[in-house]
């Protein structure tokens, strides 16, 4: 069964910091590209960052960059989400997501949220003090 956990979430004071982990089973995460999307209430559901299949390449959304850091472990299938400097504005359920679709391993950007085919189930960070 093709799996994947997300788990790392809590409550920290802003400007802290918090690393998100996404667990593969069922599936080698090599293969496919790897998103993290993040939804706040009553907000549509954003990407945040991604990494290419074989961690050849990533991006990140402008509200985000240069605080996280995405990387992959390959020998432990997960995927990181490394969250710094965090703003009350980053308070969501973050969840992770794998795409098998070419364009997607080959090139992942922000936007392509209906090219993801596996979730997670979400972790919820919140940033207060």
């Known amino acids: 069964q093709l799996q994947l956990v997300e788990s790392g979430g809590g409550l920290v004071q802003p400007g802290g910091s918090l690393r998100l982990s996404c667990a593969a089973s069922?599936?080698?995460?090599?293969?496919?590209?790897i998103g993290w999307f993040r939804q706040a209430p009553g907000e549509e559901r954003e990407g945040v960052s991604c990494?290419?299949?074989?961690?050849?390449?990533?991006n990140y959304a402008d509200s985000v960059k240069g605080r996280f850091t995405i990387s992959g472990d390959n020998a432990k299938d997960t995927v990181y989400l490394e969250m710094n400097d965090l703003k009350p504005e980053d308070s969501a359920v973050y969840y992770c997501?794998?795409?098998?679709?070419?364009?997607?391993?080959?090139?992942?950007?922000?936007?392509?949220?209906?090219?993801?085919?596996?979730w997670g189930q979400g972790t919820q960070v919140t940033v207060s003090s």
């Open positions: 069922g599936f080698t995460l090599d293969y496919y590209a």
């Open positions: 997501a794998a795409s098998g679709f070419t364009s997607v391993r080959t090139m992942c950007t922000m936007g392509q949220e209906s090219l993801y085919t596996f």
């Open positions: 990494i290419r299949s074989f961690g050849r390449g990533t």
